[in-house]
C-alpha cells in the first residue's frame, strides 16, 4: 500500500524540477524560430477550442445521466433535430478547419527554408546592406563539418555566427540522410548525399546553444551535437582571425579520414579550406579520380529528362515488343510465348556493335 502511494506522489513531487529545464523550442534566440513557436501555439490554441469543449462535456454529461442520480434528467425519445446544435457541432470545427488551413498556407510559404528571411526581428527590416553569412554543412558519421568560405575557414562540431546576421546554410550529407537542426535558431533540415539542401535563419541573442542530428543515422548518432555559439560582429572576426592562427587544412585527404566513422569527436578547427570542396562533397566526388556526378569540381549540374534536348536523351534499352503474328493477341495460357511480350531487351552503345 506504502510503496503503491509513493509511486504515486513521487512524479508530482517532482513536477517543481522541471522549473530548471531550458524548453529552448518555447524560449528560442532566432527570429524564425520565434515564428515557429508562434505557429505551434497558436495551432494548438485553436484546436483546443474544441478539444476542451468536448472533454468537459463528456464530464457532464456522465454526471448528469448517471444512472444513481435522484431526480432523473428529461427524457425526450422524440427528439431528432436542434438548429443550434448543428451549428455548434459542424460550424464550430469547420471554422477552426479554415483558420488552421490559413495559417498553415502563409506559414508554409513564410517560413520556407530556402527563402531568404525578410527581418531580422518582429519590426526589424533585413538591412539593404547586409550580406548573408554562408556555412556550408555536411552530416559526417557521426559528427558536423562547418565550412566558411568566405572566410577560408572550418571547423568540427563548432558553429559560430554572428548575431543579428542573416545566416544561409547549404547542407549535405556525407553517406546517410542526415538532419541539422538547431532548436535555438530556426527548423530542422534534412541533409542528404548527393544532393544539397539550403536554410536561412538568424540568431537574435549571444550565448550558448546545442545543435544536434535529429534523424538516426546509426550507432553514434546520440552523440551527434555540436555547440552554437552567438557573437557580435566583433567576437565574430576575433574568433575567425584565431582559427586563421592555429589550425590545419581541410582538403580532400583530410575530409577523406573525417568521413570515416568516428564518435564523440572532439572540436576542431582548420585554418585552410580547400576551393570548390563542398561542391565536391555534394557531386560525391572527392576521392581522386572519380568524376563528380552533379556539383563538383570541373563537372555540370545533372539535368533530368525533361530539361534535356530530344537529341541528348538516345534510346533506352527496354523497348516494347512488336506484335507477332503466329498467335492471336490476349493469350494467358501458361507457358504461352505471348507472355514474353511484355518487353524485350535492345542493347545500345559497344553491346549493340557486339550484337552486330
Known sequence: ???????????????????????VVMNPAGDVAAQQRDLVLISTALMLLII??????TVIFAIRYRATRKTPATYDPDFDHSTMLELAIWGAPLLIIIALGALTWTSTHL????????????GRPVPAD?????????????????????????????????????LRFRLTASSV????????????????????????????????????????SGAGFSDMKFRMTGVD?????TWVQGVR???????????????????????????????????????????PGRPCGGHGHGG???????????????????????????????????????NRDLTFLKPVGPAAAAHA
Open 130 to 166: 547586409a550580406k548573408p553569412l554562408e556555412v556550408q554543412v555536411v552530416a559526417l558519421d557521426w559528427k558536423w563539418l562547418f565550412i566558411y568560405p568566405e572566410q577560408g575557414i572550418a571547423t568540427v562540431n563548432e558553429l559560430v555566427v554572428p548575431v543579428d546576421r542573416p
Open 1 to 23: 500500500m506504502l510503496r503503491s502511494i509513493t509511486h504515486r506522489i513521487l512524479p508530482v513531487l517532482a513536477l517543481p524540477l522541471l522549473g530548471g529545464c531550458d524548453w
Open 52 to 57: 476542451v469543449p468536448v472533454m468537459a462535456l
Open 245 to 287: 592562427q592555429g589550425g590545419g587544412k581541410a582538403d580532400a585527404p583530410t575530409y577523406l579520414e573525417l568521413a570515416k566513422p568516428s564518435e564523440r569527436e572532439p572540436v576542431r578547427r582548420f585554418s585552410i579550406v580547400q576551393p570548390g570542396l563542398f561542391d565536391r562533397i555534394v557531386g560525391q566526388c572527392v576521392e
Open 111 to 122: 517560413l520556407d527554408p530556402y527563402r531568404p528571411i525578410g527581418r531580422i526581428a518582429e
Open 233 to 237: 560582429e566583433a567576437g565574430f572576426a
Open 300 to 338: 555540370h549540374k545533372a539535368e533530368g529528362a525533361l530539361e534535356k534536348e530530344p537529341h541528348e536523351k538516345g534510346s533506352g534499352p527496354h523497348m516494347t515488343a512488336p506484335p507477332r503474328q503466329d498467335h492471336a493477341p490476349g493469350v494467358r495460357q501458361p507457358g504461352h510465348p505471348a
Open 177 to 216: 540522410m542526415n538532419s541539422f537542426y538547431a532548436p535555438a535558431l530556426a527548423g530542422m533540415i534534412y541533409a542528404m548525399p548527393g544532393m544539397e539542401t539550403k536554410l536561412h535563419a538568424v540568431l537574435n541573442k549571444p550565448g550558448q546553444f546545442e545543435g544536434i542530428s535529429s534523424n538516426y
